[in-house]
DNA sequence: ATCAGAGTTGATAAT
DNA sequence: AATTATCAACTCTGA
């Protein structure tokens, strides 16, 4: 904001606002920004970068979220004042602004600080761009609640892994300021121009869309919002446009800003509930009742609020997508919450437990932020390799790097076992019918409960599958609504037991687990149709029913509904075994040996040898050099496993300290 | 230095 | 039925 480039210093500033996590009205910060500068022009614009829509998997769900969410907040713009829209520019966010910059006449470009590591780089960039052209960028706080830079200050800038270390760092910082209202005007609205033809060229580098049926994704026809009509469009691209069949959105979560205000509204009216709400206590097994009574567009299969004793608390408040794309500004969302818990605590009522942080909704805003700060602070946060605060451990289907380091795709397949149970989670086919009911409902609707999501995460990855927590992330990047690069890597790390979390030998069980929480099969019964008619007693184990039974039930094992993957208890010992080798390895995303991709080998060699460090007998040479755990014991100074120790070589002092993987290591 | 205790949310058997 | 102990066990914090 320092100076006012020269050409402009006459007149009032002429001003961008650029939108990306923010499709709101409400509590916008950087709206407020651009319309407190006064500007005698305000443009309001998206990029519709092909990037997003062909190169990058995205399931039909999310794609007609951001659209429609997009569409009602241009109705919103327009009925603020009737000369605004929202003007979606087709091409890239660097040659569109560049040629703005040129040919607008613009003074000030405003958007909302997006930490993540994509759109940091993408905003460094326009940042440069900006300055070239004598235009002033203004990025403004309000996707978080604290200023995420400023926050990791007070966390010597390393990467928030627990919460009480984010809680600790955040205590050095403002609260969260009051939403503000809409505005009820705006400035007058830029002439929006484009050049001859748009933004995009027929050069040939258009990217291919991974999205077409025949790259395995959901698209029938190529896109025609980037053809030579399209691409000179600035209208919000129609449904059509981007390959998608109105009827067959199976989401059942509208989408905008609307929904969203009214939802977080009437949750917060039944303070009791707001009050008494603890994430552990929610049930994995409901489905909001308004999402179960309509699709948007067609007659649903699914109707009637799954209801059981054991869910006494309902589901969570199902706000992930509309916090994600901005349709809620999470500062509402906290002080709405806060404000019903502390009018119920006022109230001085006898009745429900009010829950404290990290159980309660407010603790769950913030893990939100817990993962965006971790995720600003550790280079290549969505993988393994590179990855400092991530253990390396010998998965299966991980993804593979040629000799230099560059990632192959497409990535090449591992053994016929591990890609079949891949699949099969994938698909809603392994045979478990609590695993295949939650990944049918995330196909299905875009959502799936946070518990939900531990089971089937569990379950791929150290549970029983022990495929990589890459795969399972990469599958929740397509189905999510509420798809996050911070929270997604973040979680499947927690719960593949990679960082942030390191009990492993906790499991949860495809069976008991749900079993505790939907004991009828409800929600089993509403994805997988064909096991509606088993007893309660077999709806988690249908191959364990009696023949009879199965033909009872019109649904025969291995004919209408798949055997299951694997078996669990062998799998399940099997990948404890594996974790505690992984463990007593000791490897992250940053040891030498990952980088230069001996560490699979590494690992093999130890699972060969068949020893982990708490093994009893004698025999094996790696149980003497390699486990920290047995050293203790043995009352010896920790000491490298030989194999670190031997590719690290002599560099290993001077890898910096604040590398886990380092720092675990160092003698002491 | 050492050790108990906590950590967003396990399963199972025994009481 | 619902609570409690045990299982086998990781990592960090703080007394
Ligand atoms: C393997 C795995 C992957 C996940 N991937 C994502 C993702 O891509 N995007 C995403 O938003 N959440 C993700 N989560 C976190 C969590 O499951 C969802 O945020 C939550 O289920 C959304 O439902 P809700 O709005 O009803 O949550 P509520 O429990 O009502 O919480 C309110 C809000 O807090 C935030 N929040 C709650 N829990 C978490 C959490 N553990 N991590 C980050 N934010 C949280 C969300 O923004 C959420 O909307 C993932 C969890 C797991 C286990």
């Not at 027929?202 to 959901?218: A, H, I, S």
């Not at 959105?249 to 009437?266: F, K």
């Not at 399940?572 to 991709?597: E, F, H, I, W």
Request: glycine content about 6%; hydrophobic content about 35%.
């Amino acid at each position: 904001m320092s100076k006012l480039p020269e050409k402009s210093s006459q007149k009032k500033p002429r001003v961008i606002h650029w939108y990306r996590t923010d499709l709101r009205v409400h509590d916008s910060p950087s709206l407020k920004t651009a319309i407190d500068l006064d500007p005698e022009c305000l443009w309001s614009i998206w990029i519709w970068d092909p990037t997003y829509v062909q190169g990058h998997r995205v399931g039909m769900n999310r794609l007609h979220f951001v659209l429609e969410s997009m569409r009602e907040l241009s109705g919103s713009l327009t009925s603020i004042d009737s000369g605004h829209k929202l003007s979606v520019l087709r091409g890239s966010p660097e040659k569109v602004l560049d040629w703005i910059f040129k040919n607008w006449d613009v003074t000030h470009i405003v958007w909302e600080i997006d930490t993540s590591a994509y759109a940091r780089n993408r905003d460094a960039a326009i940042m440069d761009l900006a300055q070239k052209h004598n235009v002033t960028a203004l990025p403004v706080l309000g996707h978080t609640l604290y200023s995420v830079p400023l926050l990791l200050k007070h966390n010597a800038n390393k990467p928030t892994t627990t919460m009480q270390q984010w809680m600790k760092a955040a205590s050095h910082l403002p609260s969260p300021e009051f939403p503000i209202p809409a505005p009820t005007e705006l400035p007058p609205a830029g002439k929006v121009i484009l050049p001859e033809g748009g933004f995009i060229h027929d050069d040939g580098t258009e990217p291919k869309d991974v999205n077409l049926q025949e790259q395995g994704g959901w698209r029938r026809e190529r896109v025609s919002c980037f053809d030579k009509e399209g691409r000179t469009a600035t209208d919000i691209p129609s449904l059509e446009s981007v390959g998608i069949v109105k009827e067959e959105v199976q989401s059942l979560i509208p989408p905008g800003e609307r929904v969203a205000l009214d939802r977080l509204a009437r949750l917060c009216k039944d303070k009791a509930w707001v009050a008494a709400f603890a994430k552990p206590q929610s049930s994995p097994a409901v489905v909001p009742s308004e999402f179960m009574e309509g699709a948007m567009y067609k007659n649903p299969s699914q109707k009637g609020e799954i209801k059981n004793t054991k869910a006494a608390g309902g589901s969570t408040f199902v706000l992930s997508m509309f916090l994600k794309f901005g349709c809620l500004s999470v500062r509402t969302f906290y002080h709405s919450a806060k404000q019903a818990i502390e009018d119920y605590k006022a109230a001085n009522l006898t009745g429900a437990v009010v829950q404290s942080e990290p159980e309660n909704i407010i603790g769950q805003l913030k893990f939100r932020e817990m993962y965006i700060c971790a995720e600003y602070a550790t280079p290549n946060f969505s993988r393994i390799r590179g990855n400092k605060l991530c253990r390396y451990i010998s998965w299966k289907c991980p993804t593979r790097y040629d000799e230099n380091g560059v990632e192959i795709h497409p990535r090449p397949k591992d053994d016929e076992d591990a890609e079949k149970i891949l699949y099969a989670w994938t698909h809603g086919q392994t045979g478990f019918p609590w695993i295949d009911a939650l990944m049918r409902q995330l196909r299905q609707t875009g959502w799936m409960h946070h518990l939900g999501r531990h089971s089937v995460a569990c379950f791929l990855t150290r549970g029983q599958g022990y495929i990589s927590w890459e795969r399972g992330a990469e599958v929740f990047d397509e189905l999510l609504l509420d798809w996050d690069p911070a929270a997604n890597s973040g979680n499947w790390m927690w719960l593949s037991c990679s960082a942030f979390y390191s009990m492993y030998y906790r499991v949860y069980s495809p069976v008991s687990f749900p079993q505790k929480w939907d004991p009828t099969g409800q929600l089993v019964r509403l994805y997988c149709p064909e096991l509606k008619d088993f007893p309660d007693k077999y709806i988690y184990e249908p191959h364990k029913a009696p023949l009879s039974i199965q033909q009872k039930a019109n649904c025969v094992i291995g004919v209408t509904y798949p055997h299951p993957i694997l078996d669990l208890k062998t799998s399940q010992a099997s990948c404890q075994r594996l974790m505690k080798q992984a463990y007593d390895a000791n490897l992250y995303g940053t040891s030498p040996a990952v980088l230069d991709g001996s560490a699979q080998d590494l690992l093999d060699i130890r699972a060969k040898a068949g020893k982990t460090a708490a093994d009893g007998d004698g025999g094996s040479t790696f149980k003497e050099e390699s486990g920290v755990k047995s050293d203790k014991a043995k009352g010896a100074p920790k000491r490298m496993n030989p194999f670190e120790r031997a590719k690290m070589g002599s560099t290993a002092s001077t890898v910096k300290t604040n590398d886990p993987a380092v720092k675990r290591k160092k003698l002491s």
